[in-house]
């Protein structure tokens, strides 16, 4: 799934410097704007870089002498042809470089390359029902052969988003609950080591939250909290522009942040957690509970023992009963946790991510009726959720958006490759 190209109709305001010193770090800055703007020319790019024409047309040389961008000609509609000399604009070379990203997920790996844009080039993907530790590492590393076989462009980093707990300090994936066992793996340094390029980890909802901040509708958001609703419910945050992943990269463990200090106990050790409640197995139950009294129709066979996520979401879009009433459980529960959040960090523009077979936004508008009408209606904030501009993709996505932040930072530098 590629980024979405609406919604990135301005650039930002991010000052260079015309410094020597600091020339790479102009030439990221630069490469970033052309890469998550759209229509960039040269004074554009000066302007909203506050360079000189002579420093900013120095970087666009360099940058076009190693073939990483090229200048295009560029007309929109016929029309334009009738206005006079037609716009120059900067633009990725076709030999760029890329970026492969992986995703762990408790059913599924991904692999995928992508250029700086963030538009996936060729994806693989490996499902599978158990996995041990050895077994992690050597598809991960078949995903890396198969897709950069036949490859000519240069790849220059991987980024994983994964399941957590995740330290991005000491990059590691942590202690996952329900993972085959697989504990303290130094994920990035073994995958580093077998394919020879610079490798990064993050949770899979922080990855999510990044997604949306480089290549997503909200570019512009310096503070933002993204949800992913999977297996379990995570929480990624942006604040001031980046993401935040607390002092041991940690964060974003919604689901088992408790909502019930007095309820059961959780596999991490919690008691109440939101993911003890707020699960597919509970909106099963409260279906079956309320089939026995409800007589009405319904888009959900009797008959069918289990309704998934997608069969309870399509339902719930043309308006079920059951499904619906399944829902506003579930986005009950999603609510406590959501608002202690929200109490906590002031944060009003909530993104949410999860796999959908159909178009529909009843999630969202469920959650935003349920955070807007309790305890915080009353203190002039609306509370504002909209849907993820990926999908449930976000995180793979994130796994891209992880090595270009890097890269459009100065962190890393494309050309040492």
Same mark, same amino acid.
């Given at each position: 799934?590629?980024?979405?190209?609406? &919604?990135?109709?301005?650039?930002?305001?991010?000052?260079?410097?015309?410094?020597?010193?600091?020339?790479?770090? !102009?030439?990221?800055?630069?490469?970033?704007?052309?890469?998550?703007?759209?229509?960039?020319?040269?004074?554009?790019?000066?302007?909203?870089?506050?360079? =000189?024409?002579?420093?900013?047309?120095?970087?666009?040389?360099?940058?076009?002498? !190693?073939?990483?961008?090229?200048?295009?000609?560029?007309?929109?509609?016929?029309?334009?042809?009738?206005?006079?000399?037609?716009?120059?604009?900067?633009?990725?070379?076709?030999?760029?470089?890329?970026?492969?990203?992986?995703?762990?997920?408790?059913?599924?790996?991904?692999?995928?390359?992508?250029?700086?844009?963030?538009?996936?080039?060729?994806?693989?993907?490996?499902?599978?029902?158990?996995?041990?530790?050895?077994?992690?590492?050597?598809? $991960?590393?078949?995903?890396?052969?198969?897709?950069?076989?036949?490859?000519?462009?240069? #790849?220059?980093?991987?980024?994983?988003?994964?399941?957590?707990?995740?330290?991005?300090?000491?990059?590691?994936?942590?202690? +996952?609950?329900?993972?085959?066992?697989?504990?303290?793996?130094?994920?990035? @340094?073994?995958?580093?080591?077998?394919?020879?390029?610079?490798?990064?980890?993050?949770?899979?909802?922080?990855?999510?939250?990044?997604?949306?901040?480089?290549? &997503?509708?909200?570019?512009?958001?310096?503070?933002?909290?993204?949800?992913?609703?999977? /297996?379990?419910?995570?929480?990624?945050?942006?604040?001031?522009?980046?993401?935040?992943?607390?002092?041991?990269?940690?964060?974003?463990?919604?689901?088992?942040?408790?909502?019930?200090?007095?309820?059961?106990?959780?596999?991490?050790? /919690?008691?109440?957690?939101?993911?003890?409640?707020?699960? #597919?197995? /509970?909106?099963?139950?409260?279906?079956?509970?309320?089939?026995?009294?409800?007589?009405? +129709?319904?888009? $959900?066979?009797?008959?069918?023992?289990?309704?998934?996520?997608?069969?309870?979401?399509?339902?719930?879009?043309?308006? @079920?009963?059951?499904?619906?009433?399944?829902?506003?459980?579930?986005?009950?529960?999603?609510?406590?946790?959501?608002?202690?959040?929200?109490?906590?960090?002031?944060?009003?523009?909530?993104?949410?991510?999860?796999?959908?077979?159909?178009?529909?936004?009843?999630?969202?508008?469920?959650?935003?009726?349920?955070?807007?009408?309790? +305890?915080?209606?009353? =203190?002039?904030?609306?509370?504002?959720?909209?849907?993820?501009?990926?999908?449930?993709?976000?995180?793979?996505?994130?796994?891209?958006?992880?090595?270009?932040?890097?890269?459009?930072? &100065?962190? $890393?530098?494309?050309?040492?490759?």
């Amino acid at each position: 799934m590629s980024p979405p190209e609406k &919604g990135r109709t301005s650039m930002p305001t991010l000052h260079g410097t015309n410094l020597t010193n600091v020339k790479e770090k !102009n030439r990221a800055l630069a490469l970033r704007l052309i890469s998550t703007g759209q229509s960039v020319s040269r004074a554009n790019l000066a302007r909203s870089m506050h360079l =000189t024409k002579t420093t900013l047309g120095n970087i666009v040389s360099d940058l076009i002498a !190693n073939d990483v961008i090229r200048e295009y000609t560029y007309s929109s509609t016929e029309a334009d042809s009738s206005l006079g000399r037609k716009p120059i604009i900067l633009d990725l070379s076709p030999n760029s470089p890329l970026i492969m990203g992986m995703l762990i997920k408790r059913n599924l790996l991904s692999g995928i390359l992508a250029d700086l844009k963030g538009r996936i080039i060729a994806q693989r993907d490996c499902r599978y029902d158990s996995l041990d530790q050895d077994t992690l590492i050597e598809t $991960l590393v078949q995903l890396y052969t198969q897709l950069r076989k036949g490859q000519n462009r240069k #790849i220059v980093a991987i980024g994983i988003s994964t399941l957590g707990p995740v330290d991005t300090k000491a990059q590691k994936l942590t202690t +996952p609950v329900d993972f085959w066992g697989i504990h303290n793996l130094a994920l990035s @340094d073994i995958i580093r080591e077998r394919t020879g390029l610079p490798t990064y980890i993050i949770h899979d909802s922080n990855a999510g939250a990044l997604a949306e901040k480089i290549y &997503g509708f909200h570019a512009h958001s310096d503070n933002l909290l993204y949800l992913h609703i999977m /297996n379990g419910i995570g929480a990624g945050y942006i604040f001031q522009g980046n993401v935040y992943d607390g002092d041991f990269g940690q964060s974003g463990e919604l689901g088992h942040t408790s909502i019930n200090f007095a309820g059961p106990s959780c596999n991490c050790g /919690n008691r109440g957690c939101l993911e003890l409640y707020a699960n #597919i197995e /509970n909106m099963n139950r409260h279906i079956k509970e309320l089939r026995a009294i409800y007589k009405g +129709p319904t888009l $959900l066979p009797k008959d069918q023992e289990f309704y998934s996520w997608s069969d309870i979401i399509t339902a719930a879009a043309a308006m @079920d009963f059951l499904a619906m009433a399944a829902l506003d459980e579930f986005c009950g529960y999603l609510s406590y946790a959501v608002r202690n959040t929200i109490h906590l960090l002031d944060v009003s523009h909530i993104i949410l991510g999860y796999d959908s077979p159909v178009e529909t936004t009843v999630v969202e508008d469920t959650l935003t009726t349920k955070l807007n009408s309790g +305890p915080m209606s009353n =203190t002039g904030h609306v509370i504002e959720i909209v849907k993820s501009s990926f999908g449930g993709q976000a995180p793979l996505i994130g796994s891209i958006a992880l090595v270009t932040d890097k890269i459009f930072n &100065g962190e $890393l530098n494309i050309f040492e490759f």
